[in-house]
T-cell receptor
Framework: QKEVEQDPGPLSVPEGAIVSLNCTYS??????FMWYRQYSRKGPELLMY????GNKEDGRFTAQVDKSSKYISLFIRDSQPSDSATYLC???????????FGAGTILRVKS | DTGVSQNPRHKITKRGQNVTFRCDPI?????LYWYRQTLGQGPEFLTY????????KSRLLSDRFSAERPKGSFSTLEIQRTEQGDSAMYLC??????????????FGEGSRLTVL
């Protein structure tokens, strides 16, 4: 069993829809939780990070962490075609030196 | 462009050949990471440097793989006697030693290896 599980999709939604992306994890030592976005043939770039349970909002993006359930989510409001990309969840332990990534979910937003 | 630079962007080689990838991190970033990403998967950690010291290596890094970071600046990743299973995107990332611990790694665009 992988430490981080993420549904690879693809997830196809119409422009303007609310998108929900999720990951589950098994390692209770994970303390930092991140979402990266990766466009085709590019390296991942950080979208959001959080280290506590609850919600964190940044513009159209909301990251949610539930440590008791070992479950994290990323919500995208008013999705745009430019949001079409692969979304990777990533986690690390406290003071950890490496990130553990999920497999990534391919998102397609249709105009 | 002052981002992480990787070369070559794409390498096609025959099984059994040696290949070397280079990574130039963001200036003054002390930490440098190598990850490998195969199709449909997320990046997997390979190794990590703090300045010139290689501090951690994954079990994924077989003895055919070697990474160096002389003088704590650029890094190279060499794969000897390549196998078809080595075909992947090799990603380099860097981060500063100090600063907010956001978990942010600054990734390059990757070096894609195709082993025929």
């Amino acid at each position: 069993q992988k430490e981080v599980e993420q549904d690879p999709g693809p997830l196809s939604v119409p422009e303007g829809a609310i998108v929900s992306l999720n990951c589950t994890y098994s390692n209770s030592a994970f303390q930092y939780f991140m979402w990266y976005r990766q466009y085709s043939r590019k390296g991942p770039e950080l979208l959001m990070y959080t280290y506590s349970s609850g919600n964190k909002e940044d513009g159209r993006f909301t990251a949610q962490v539930d440590k008791s359930s070992k479950y994290i989510s990323l919500f995208i409001r008013d999705s745009q075609p430019s949001d079409s990309a692969t979304y990777l969840c990533a986690m690390s332990v406290l003071y950890g030196n490496k990130l553990v990534f999920g497999a990534g979910t391919i998102l397609r937003v249709k105009s | 462009d002052t981002g992480v630079s990787q070369n070559p962007r794409h390498k096609i080689t025959k099984r059994g050949q040696n290949v070397t990838f280079r990574c130039d991190p963001i200036s003054e970033h002390n930490r440098l990471y190598w990850y490998r990403q195969t199709l449909g998967q997320g990046p997997e950690f390979l190794t990590y440097f703090q300045n010139e010291a290689q501090l951690e290596k994954s079990r994924l890094l077989s003895d055919r793989f070697s990474a160096e970071r002389p003088k704590g600046s650029f890094s190279t990743l060499e794969i000897q006697r390549t196998e078809q299973g080595d075909s992947a995107m090799y990603l380099c990332a860097s981060k500063p030693l100090r600063g907010p611990n956001t978990g942010e790694l600054f990734f390059g665009e990757g070096s894609r290896l195709t082993v025929l």
